[in-house]
């Protein structure tokens, strides 16, 4: 575990305040969660999630060939489909639009996706005014912060954060009451949406058989963003795709009993292409991105790649014990909890923070309530793998290193040379290769790694210099 991961644990596990809204946060959405799920409720439930598990294996296992039919839907609807490997890619295409439509201002609905590539900081560099529209999202955007959750993003603060927040960040009144901060928001972000150029969205699932982009929110700003700008863009990772319209409904079932205990989210929009021409609203123009970032990567492991059947509806977070201590900030990425305790190794690598798998009791409570039936204790063990193979790995390379250093020193310093020279062509095997008579302390650890893969030759029973002397006499 390195050092800052440990630092910001102990930071958020000696914060009282911090701990009581985490937990309670949590504690609700678990239990809005159970009454939805129950089986007098809704008695298929265990029977759709595997259903949908299903789907998405059979998507994710055959994805080339559903992002090139939902690539031919969006063109036939007049939309414009574009390709980026990474989040550079996305920001240009982005910033091309902007720079040939003379816009200044975007809006944003909520979008995990764009928080992962820093979208927001990428526009703002080169001039642009990137408002985020989703009321959490727009509060910690006004606090320069990440998200605390995937779905509630804003859960770490209280409404007398909110009110300090505005107070310095929108020069209002000390406001506590929730449904004026409310109001205070809204009266801001009416604004933006009246004189937005673009609005940019996520998107939960990406429908391959209509080209369709399908967004489920509950504040209504996710149609204001797609719907009042002239020019909507949607930003996905290439896994949001689903094959079918109709299997849509099996992931709505899920998705917000799943986040937040709805029966079904309070907005549900479809979106297949620019305003027709017997449409009253909508864009003129409609552009959807496909995002790989380290995704294409994850499909080479067969077990692994289940990763990519996340929905994002941070039910892991809520029943994960640890997420329930240590809290979202506390992990090194925009993805927390046990999703992204298996996401962000594999999208960084192991190396970039060795003790996030582990950051993990392996209670199994993530894997009984992800909808879509992610084993995720089984994919933390091969990440724990992962990591002792690589510390075995970096153990040896350092050992070469060590080696090379000493082997340099020895080199570049020619009496040094010509004596260790001698030595070794005394104690060496004599006409035979390292391998097939290698000395016992070389037959140990990182030195016979290292040798199993290279061949080292005995030394001559004479050096050059010795042999140059005697041609001499």
């Not at 298929?44 to 999630?49: D, G």
């Not at 490997?85 to 764009?114: E, F, P, Q, W």
């Not at 058989?209 to 996905?236: F, M, Q, Y």
């Not at 310093?413 to 004599?430: D, E, Y």
């Given at each position: 575990m390195s050092t800052t991961f440990d630092r910001k644990i102990d930071a958020t596990l000696s914060d009282p305040r911090l701990q009581n809204a985490i937990y309670k946060a949590t504690g609700r959405l678990m239990s809005h969660r159970k009454i939805a799920v129950?089986?007098?409720?809704?008695?298929?439930?265990?029977?759709?999630?595997?259903?949908a598990n299903a789907v998405k294996r059979h998507t994710i296992e055959n994805l080339d060939w559903y992002l090139e039919q939902f690539e031919r839907n969006v063109l036939a609807h007049g939309g414009h489909v574009h390709w980026a490997?990474?989040?550079?890619?996305?920001?240009?295409?982005?910033?091309?639009?902007?720079?040939?439509?003379?816009?200044?201002?975007?809006?944003?609905?909520?979008?995990?996706?764009?928080?992962?590539?820093d979208l927001n900081e990428r526009l703002e560099h080169h001039g642009l005014e990137s408002v985020e529209t989703?009321?959490?999202?727009?509060?910690?955007?006004?606090?320069?912060?990440?998200?605390?959750?995937?779905?509630?993003?804003?859960?770490?603060?209280?409404?007398?954060?909110?009110?300090?927040?505005?107070?310095?960040?929108?020069?209002?009144?000390?406001?506590?009451?929730?449904?004026?901060q409310t109001m205070i928001a809204r009266r801001v972000l009416r604004d933006k949406f009246l004189r937005a150029d673009i609005g940019i969205s996520g998107a939960?699932?990406?429908?391959?058989?209509?080209?369709?982009?399908?967004?489920?929110?509950?504040?209504?700003?996710?149609?204001?963003?797609?719907?009042?700008?002239?020019?909507?863009?949607?930003?996905?990772?290439?896994?949001?795709?689903?094959?079918?319209?109709?299997d849509l409904a099996t992931f709505l079932k899920l998705l917000g009993r799943s986040g937040t205990g709805q029966p079904l989210t309070v907005y549900t929009s479809f979106l297949s292409g620019p305003r027709r021409e017997d449409e009253v609203d909508g864009p003129e123009e409609f552009h959807v991105i496909l995002l790989d970032s380290g995704r294409t990567k994850l499909l080479a492991d067969p077990d692994k790649r289940q990763s990519l059947y996340c929905i994002r509806c941070g039910a892991c977070l809520n029943h994960c014990p640890v997420y329930r201590k240590i809290g979202g900030h506390s992990f090194p990425w925009v993805y927390s909890g046990p999703i992204g305790a298996i996401i962000t190794?594999?999208?960084?690598?192991?190396?970039?923070?060795?003790?996030?798998p582990f950051a993990s009791s392996l209670c199994g409570a993530c894997a009984e309530v992800c909808p879509v039936k992610i084993d995720i204790p089984k994919i933390l063990l091969e990440?724990?793998?992962?990591?002792?193979?690589?510390?075995?790995?970096?153990?040896?390379?350092?050992?070469?290193?060590?080696?090379?250093?000493?082997?340099a020193y020895v080199a570049?310093?020619?009496?040094?040379?010509?004596?260790?020279?001698?030595?070794?062509?005394?104690?060496?095997?004599?006409g035979q290769g390292y391998l097939k008579k290698v000395p016992g302390f070389m037959n140990v650890g990182p030195v016979r790694a290292w040798l199993s893969q290279r061949d080292l030759p005995a030394p001559a029973e004479k050096s050059f210099r010795e042999m140059w002397k005697e041609r001499g006499r």
């Open positions: 129950d089986s007098d409720v809704l008695p298929e439930f265990e029977e759709l999630r595997t259903q490997r990474t989040g550079t890619d996305v920001a240009d295409v982005i910033l091309g639009l902007a720079k040939s439509r003379n816009a200044s201002l975007i809006v944003k609905s909520k979008s995990m996706t764009t928080e992962e590539i989703d009321l959490g999202e727009y509060i910690i955007q006004l606090k320069h912060e990440r998200p605390y959750h995937i779905v509630a993003p804003a859960l770490h603060l209280t409404r007398y954060d909110v009110a300090n927040v505005f107070e310095k960040k929108l020069g209002v009144e000390n406001e506590t009451e929730i449904e004026n939960n699932f990406l429908i391959a058989d209509s080209g369709a982009v399908a967004l489920v929110e509950n504040e209504g700003n996710a149609r204001l963003t797609t719907s009042a700008p002239k020019v909507h863009i949607a930003v996905a990772g290439i896994e949001k795709l689903i094959p079918r319209a109709q190794p594999q999208f960084h690598g192991v190396e970039s923070e060795p003790g996030l990440l724990r793998a992962d990591v002792k193979a690589s510390e075995k790995r970096h153990a040896v390379n350092e050992a070469e290193r060590a080696v090379f250093r000493t082997f570049s310093r020619p009496k040094l040379w010509q004596r260790a020279t001698k030595l070794a062509a005394r104690l060496g095997p004599r």
